[in-house]
């Protein structure tokens, strides 16, 4: 008895796409296989940018993405087969991809008092690094070294914390000092571009969002002031981490008054500036402003000095 074997060809591929919650791959012999994309979920945690960095690999016959390190077959999509990778293993992946590239400046009296009337743990976050390979670490540390007017924006965080009363041009001697107070942290996480007038997208907004939940675990600061309108706009807001400001939180501000209070807080009311986020060791009370990158705005000093006065009322009793 004779037997005749029929070899199956596999096509190859010729397109992808990811929209939405689904993955559409085009085949050579015209068929369009589509599944859910959480049948793979480094797929499915993966940004635009990541998802759309895709190669043929095999001869035509699978998918490989490179950023995600993703392989998937045309014979494994056929037969609808998901991914086989183990919970613990996706776990350390997303683990991975929740870290920040460029990590906090963390002052090393952070945490602990100093001479400049500050919270404990002041957290300034900025919006994003330009030029080549900065790290946030690197470039505070030159501005306390250095200062110069190519890091106006430092001088300027510290004219609205500070208050014009302080002497400036500061030494080097008062911008490390302030700096050793505080921990700052850049928003996004890779470079935007060669020079400031680069904005930074969407989608470098929203990738951002873990590495900053990360270091707001890490740091557990009380006090977090945000540095533009921009990043402010795409920070994270889940439910288990995020509060809305509260009455008493806004009311906070009513003592406050200073010229130009009206028009400043016009387009941005106060309760769209404010609010809190959890963490391990209590909250943090955020207030967002203007990004000092250009100039400095005397008006939010007062604001601002108002906002660092700010205690949990747990605290108001220690």
């Known amino acids: 008895m004779s037997f005749s074997v029929i070899e199956t060809k596999v096509p190859n591929v010729i397109g992808v796409k990811v929209s939405g919650n689904k993955l559409s791959v085009e085949l050579s012999d015209g068929e369009m296989v589509s599944v859910p ?97 900065p790290t946030t670490i690197g470039v505070v540390r030159k501005f306390c070294q250095e ?71 890490r740091l557990c600061p009380t006090h977090i002031l945000v540095c533009g309108k921009t990043q402010w706009n795409y920070m994270p807001e889940p439910e288990d981490v995020w509060e809305p400001p509260s009455e008493e939180l806004i009311g906070w501000f009513d003592p406050v008054d200073f010229p130009q209070r009206s028009r400043l807080l016009r387009s941005r009311p106060l309760k769209h500036i404010l609010g809190y986020y959890r963490h391990s060791k209590g909250q943090s009370v955020v207030l967002a402003i203007h990004h000092p990158s250009r100039r400095y705005h005397p008006a939010w000093h007062p604001v601002v000095k108002r906002f660092l006065e700010y205690r949990f009322r747990s605290d108001r009793h220690q």
């Open 37 to 133: 994309v959480d049948w793979y979920p480094r797929l499915a945690h993966a940004t635009k940018r990541e998802r759309a960095n895709w190669r043929i690999i095999g001869r035509g016959h699978g998918i490989h993405w490179e950023e995600i390190d993703e392989d998937i077959s045309v014979e494994g999509l056929r037969a609808g087969r998901r991914s086989g990778e183990s919970e613990r293993s996706l776990k350390k992946w997303l683990k991975a991809k929740s870290e920040p590239n460029f990590p906090p400046w963390k002052g090393k009296d952070y945490g602990g008092t100093n001479d400049l009337g500050l919270p404990a743990k002041l957290l300034i976050v900025g919006e994003s690094h330009y030029g080549e390979a």
């Open 147 to 217: 200062g110069g007017h190519k890091l106006k924006f430092f001088t300027n965080i510290m004219l609205t914390v500070l208050g014009p009363d302080t002497p400036c041009p500061y030494t080097s001697e008062q911008r490390t000092g302030f700096h050793n107070s505080i921990a700052f942290y850049n928003y996004v996480q890779r470079p935007v571009g060669p020079t400031p007038s680069v904005r930074p997208n969407r989608e470098m907004l929203e990738e951002a969002a873990a590495p900053f939940l990360t270091t707001l675990k």
